[in-house]
């Protein structure tokens, strides 16, 4: 209904001040036309009232006056419905026959509900959205959504139904977030809650990351019901390939067990796994008796050899540091002359170095020479007082492991690590920005230096501020290994200095020598990995990145581009990988179909790449939704119990049109809706008064007035 009135005037005038306007309107009107005598009496009437029509209206939209509309409209109350479109929901167990039962349960509704509601239909498995058409593909059950949903929008609904099993899989218990409900909730049972036999994987886990030559361990639990005194074979099937069984036996009608299986890997890469259970004839279904995962295998921490031919402090301060490092395995070995060592005899060790550190250099023609000459590890060569003599007209092949020849030696020289260019970018040289020539001394010989031309010289010395040609710090990258010489000596000086830049350098320093070198060139700096082993169609793939630089330090502060897909032909997807410190990066890119994918990313810094990786992504079907599949009747009711609502347990629409009677919720609500237009804003009314003064002037003019 809808009525408009003339609500008032502002500033508020009386009405009869109006009427008295208009009066004086039509009187002003009469006086200016009263002495004309020439004129026929009907147009000198009609001039008067043209003008005072004008000037009356004039007057009033000067006073702006405004007009009231107000619509009131009759609403009908909304129920919102909610219906489960989890997997469960579609398990055709006793006499429930699936979507076909879950649809008639539905039609029969809608042929059955009462016309004083309107009804707001809504879809829900983890999420709540609008819709009511049901595919059963939701792979959880998530109803304290449900309950948050329905709280945020109590203003708007009289009351709402729940159409589902109970089966919560997924989120906090319902029934606290129903307690804080003000509307009532009925509560429909779908589904079926008799027992039936089944066997089922509830879950497996495994070690994360998984190294090579350790223990990794699987861990598969298995829930049954129905199977006492029976027992199952759980099969460990590794790229397609059955590699061990576990038998399990079920003691009692219904039961949880956890199977472990151990694996050792030799082989770093990818190994696609799956743990399957054979299913029984009068199994209730065996669509949860396969899971699905991958697992990508890692090479173990590094063991460094520190092999001293010399006696001296910084041998000790070295090794203190490589250490302090869990990621580190260190071989101390001394040699003693004769073929004789203090610790361990590298001769003799059969295990794989990933790096050799020479504290000096042995005498040539001895076996450990010859040993040293035969690796192909790589190594960082520190020099110390006697190794000068060694590197004097030294044969091709010591050269080409200390990169740096030294002829004509001459004076014993205290010097300081030389100024380091902006324009110098490489790993190693990544050292706080302080003040070098404040630091400790250290020694080196000045002579004629002859650098291998395959390495480059990042650190020279100076002395006494000016720059010399000896090349402190040498790094070479030769493809399949990697070497770096420091030709000073005196480092345990800035071990044991008082200044914190001192010690802060030496560490920072010697630890970009330890992990750059100790790293193959052709190791990844960028491992890539899946959140979980195996992902369901329905919830979003997450992907996780590490990053370390050249020299394995966590690197935050690059680009990572993600490259997602199915087979080499198919479209590829790309996604930018967001940061979260500590050299850990994200990227959440969506759910997608059943089957296997790979993820390809590049990690950027500046103008290099320090970082390319791959992994494979399963997307399988999730077991959450065929774990249990028993209407759970309990929590409906107590749903239906703390809203004050009710639990439609005879599936009879009838009784729930009679709660809603019961209960008022058909009341019917009045709402008025107050409109306000003020007249001057229309127009209509300036071209009113111009119609009324122009018909005046014509008038006037064909009585020949002015």
Do not use: C
Not at 93 to 98: A, D, K
Not at 111 to 135: A, P, R
Not at 406 to 422: A, F, M, P
Not at 581 to 604: K, M, N, Q
């Amino acid at each position: 209904m809808i009525s408009a009135f003339i609500q008032g005037i502002s500033p508020v005038l009386p009405h009869l001040f109006i009427i008295l306007i208009a009066l004086i309107s039509l009187l002003i009107s009469w006086w200016t036309y009263s002495g004309l005598s020439s004129i026929s009496t009907s147009k000198k009437w009609g001039l008067i009232s043209l003008r005072a029509s004008a000037l009356t209206l004039l007057v009033i939209l000067l006073f702006n006056p405004y007009l009231v509309r107000e619509l009131s409209e009759i609403e009908i109350p909304t129920v919102a419905v909610y219906l489960d479109n989890s997997e469960s929901m579609s398990v055709e167990r006793g006499e429930y026959s699936g979507i076909n039962t879950y649809q008639n349960i539905l039609d029969n509704f809608r042929t059955t509900k009462s016309d004083q509601f309107n009804y707001q239909y809504y879809l829900f498995d983890d999420e709540v959205y609008e819709g009511d058409e049901l595919n059963l593909s939701g792979m959880a059950t998530n109803i304290h959504r449900v309950m948050e949903h329905v709280r945020e929008n109590e203003t708007r609904y009289a009351a709402s139904i729940l159409f589902s099993d109970g089966i919560v899989n997924r989120g906090r218990n319902p029934l606290f977030a129903a307690q804080n409900l003000t509307k009532p909730l009925i509560t429909v049972p779908v589904g079926d809650s008799s027992r039936v036999r089944d066997i089922s994987i509830a879950d497996v886990t495994h070690d994360d990351p998984v190294f090579t030559n350790s223990r990794n361990l699987i861990t598969v639990e298995v829930q049954q019901e129905g199977f006492e005194g029976e027992e199952s074979t759980v099969q460990l099937i590794e790229n397609g390939e059955l590699i061990d069984t576990r038998t399990v036996n079920y003691p009692a009608a219904a039961s949880s067990h956890v199977i472990e299986f151990v694996r050792n890997y030799t082989e770093p890469g990818f190994y696609e796994m799956e743990v399957h259970i054979p299913p029984k004839e009068e199994e209730f279904t065996d669509r949860n008796n396969t899971f699905n995962f991958t697992l990508e295998v890692l090479d173990d921490k590094s063991n460094i050899l520190s092999l001293a031919f010399e006696v001296h402090p910084d041998v000790a301060s070295v090794r203190r540091l490589v250490a302090s490092d869990q990621q580190n395995e260190l071989i101390m070995s001394t040699y003693l002359g004769n073929n004789r060592f203090a610790g361990s005899n590298p001769l003799d060790i059969d295990q794989d170095i990933d790096l050799i550190i020479l504290h000096g250099l042995p005498s040539a023609g001895t076996s450990v020479y010859n040993w040293l000459l035969d690796r192909s590890e790589p190594i960082l060569y520190l020099s110390l007082p006697g190794s000068y003599r060694h590197t004097q007209n030294s044969d091709d092949e010591l050269y080409a492991l200390t990169n740096v020849r030294v002829e004509r030696i001459q004076t014993l020289l205290n010097i300081h690590i030389g100024s380091i260019s902006d324009s110098q970018t490489h790993p190693l040289l990544e050292l706080p920005q302080i003040a070098l020539n404040r630091l400790p001394t250290l020694q080196g010989y000045q002579g004629a230096y002859q650098v291998n031309p395959v390495a480059e010289t990042l650190l020279t010395a100076d002395f006494q501020s000016t720059r010399t040609n000896i090349p402190l710090l040498i790094a070479a990258d030769t493809g399949n290994r990697r070497l770096a010489s420091v030709n000073a000596f005196g480092w345990n000086r800035y071990e044991r200095s008082r200044q914190d830049d001192a010690r802060n350098l030496f560490k920072d320093l010697f630890n970009n020598l330890v992990t750059w070198t100790s790293t193959p060139p052709d190791r990844r700096t960028l491992v890539l990995e899946p959140r979980k082993s195996s992902f369901s169609e329905n919830e979003p793939v997450e992907i996780r990145a590490t990053l370390v630089n050249e020299r394995g330090v966590p690197e935050s502060n690059a680009l990572v581009e993600l490259q997602f897909f199915q087979a080499e032909q198919d479209e590829r997807r790309t996604f930018r990988m967001s940061p979260e410190g500590d050299g850990v990066y994200t990227a959440s890119i969506g759910s997608y179909p059943r089957g296997l994918y790979r993820a390809e990313a590049t990690a950027t810094l500046g103008n290099r790449t320090i970082g390319e990786a791959e992994t494979r992504v399963n997307v399988s079907r999730s077991n959450l939704e065929l774990v249990n599949t028993q209407r759970d009747d309990a929590l409906l009711q107590q749903l239906a119990s703390v809203t004050d609502g009710f639990f439609l347990q005879s599936l009879s629409f009838d009784d729930l049109n009679r709660f809603f009677s019961d209960n008022n919720l058909q009341e019917t609500r009045e709402e008025i809706t107050t409109d306000i237009n003020y007249l001057y804003q229309n127009g209509l009314w300036f071209f009113l008064v111009i119609i009324l003064l122009s018909a005046e002037w014509l008038i006037r003019r064909s009585v020949s007035l002015p």
